[in-house]
């Protein structure tokens, strides 16, 4: 009986010392694979996506994805909003940082969509819909019909409405995917049809006030070239108007080390739409060439902030759109950034027409980030290419309509590398 108690005792510590050694092999296999990363050929990688518990959102559990492609570059993503949390990458020495604004837990963003403070609503990270960016008066005409939305930005419709509408306070079912030489994450979310027309809308419209019930798709891919790279897709069951865009605030120094006006940007844009005092485009396309607004060439994003046009003014500096230069309807490049301290580079592409550039205007320094610091004015930028603000009521703007049958379709590339 003794003999075989220890029999069976001495197999077990067996079986774990087995156990041990080859969870130590794995870890010395992983440990081997990083200190890799000098290779950057893709038989070296190991891309990987993982998950964790995040808490839960209106009772439905959350997750925060990391992708990792395996070379250096990690990015978080959670499933409430499609939210992207971090995005690690190396500057020139190696050395990573987390260049994109955000919180540190799911209530840190979950308290930025519902409470108020001085800075508003931030939309660190997430995914825009159904309408990104502003329709004015909150009403557009679409086959002889007006309808009516949520007004959250004066009177305007911003980011698709109130809190309660918009896709970035969604909780978004989530599929990872692991591909040959990159991971996925895929989110998919169905958006409810709001309220019919009423004339006049005294009261807020009960959902959205969009029409339609959209079916939309994200596909998250981290690539082996260190490239993020956002693939959305939509349908609809009745006629709409749809914008999506990713609103992730960019540091390239790192997300809480300070403004970002020596950072340079390219836009690739001859002309931008500039805006009345409600941040709404007057409907022009006008050259940048002599402006604040030229971008053409890279110059840092604090030269011509502070130069008192009247556009900068309204908006507290950049906050508008860019009509992109294009070469047929593909992926065209958008905007390049560049940090000449730490030498990362930030190049951007796009399906889509324009370029929202933000400078993170209303940032006042009453939210505090990841890494514990403050934002404050200009500690981060956007680029959310999209189509143009206020489409719905602009004739002279690419059209937003998506119709049955249709399938909207835009991509965005965030590519990261480094300068020497
Ligand atoms: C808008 C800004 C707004 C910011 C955060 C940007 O896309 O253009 O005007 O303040 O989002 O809400």
């Known amino acids: 009986m003794h003999a075989s108690f220890l029999n069976r005792k001495s197999r077990r510590v067996l079986a774990l010392v087995l156990v041990l050694a080859s969870t130590a092999i794995l870890a010395a296999g992983a440990a081997s694979a990083s200190a890799g990363h000098g290779h950057r050929g893709f038989g070296h990688s190991r891309a990987s996506i993982t998950s964790q518990p995040w808490g839960t959102a209106d009772g439905t559990p959350v997750n925060l994805y990391t992708l990792d492609n395996g070379r250096g570059m990690t990015v978080t993503i959670t499933n409430f ?55 004015a008066n909150g009403s557009f005409t679409l086959n002889g019909v007006t309808y009516y939305l949520n007004q959250n930005n004066g009177t305007n419709t911003l980011h698709g409405g109130a809190p309660v509408s918009q896709w970035n306070t969604k909780v978004w079912a989530a599929t990872p995917i692991s591909g040959r030489h990159s991971v996925s994450l895929e989110l998919t979310y169905t958006d409810p049809a709001g309220t019919a027309a009423r004339v006049p809308p005294m009261a807020p419209p009960a ?29 609809t069951d009745a006629p709409t108007v749809i914008n999506l865009t990713n609103h992730t605030y960019f540091n390239l120094a790192g997300e809480g080390s300070g403004g970002v006006q020596g950072q340079d940007l390219m836009i690739n844009a001859d002309s931008y739409t500039p805006v009345n005092a409600n941040l709404i485009p007057e409907g022009g396309i006008v050259p940048v060439a002599g402006t604040p607004f030229d971008f053409r060439t890279a110059k840092p994003i604090g030269q011509d902030i502070n130069s008192g046009d009247t556009q900068l003014v309204l908006a507290h500096g950049f906050d508008h759109n860019w009509v992109l230069n294009r070469s047929g309807s593909g992926l065209s490049l958008a905007a390049r950034a560049y940090d000449p301290a730490s030498g990362r580079v930030l190049t951007t592409w796009t399906t889509e027409p324009g370029v929202q550039f933000y400078s993170g205007n209303f940032l006042v320094g009453d939210l505090v980030g990841t890494s514990g610091h403050t934002y404050r004015q200009t500690d981060g930028f956007t680029l959310e290419t999209q189509h143009y603000p206020d489409s719905p009521n602009q004739p002279n703007f690419p059209s937003v309509v998506l119709k049955p049958g249709q399938v909207y379709k835009n991509t965005i590339i965030f590519k990261f590398s480094v300068q020497k």
């Not at 940082?97 to 519902?114: I, M, R, T």
């Not at 339609?212 to 956002?230: E, P």
Request: glycine share 14%; hydrophobic share 35%.
């Open 81 to 135: 909003g499609g939210i992207v949390q971090s995005i690690n990458v190396p500057d020139r020495h190696g050395q990573v940082a987390n260049v994109a604004l955000g919180f540190s837990n799911l209530a840190g963003y979950v308290s930025d969509d519902y409470t108020t403070t001085a800075s508003g609503e931030t939309y660190f990270g997430a995914i825009i819909g159904r309408y990104a960016n502003r329709i």
């Open 207 to 235: 959902g959205n006030g969009f029409p339609g019930t959209v079916t939309a798709k994200v596909v998250y891919t981290l690539t082996q070239d260190d490239a993020l790279r956002m693939d959305y897709t939509a349908t």
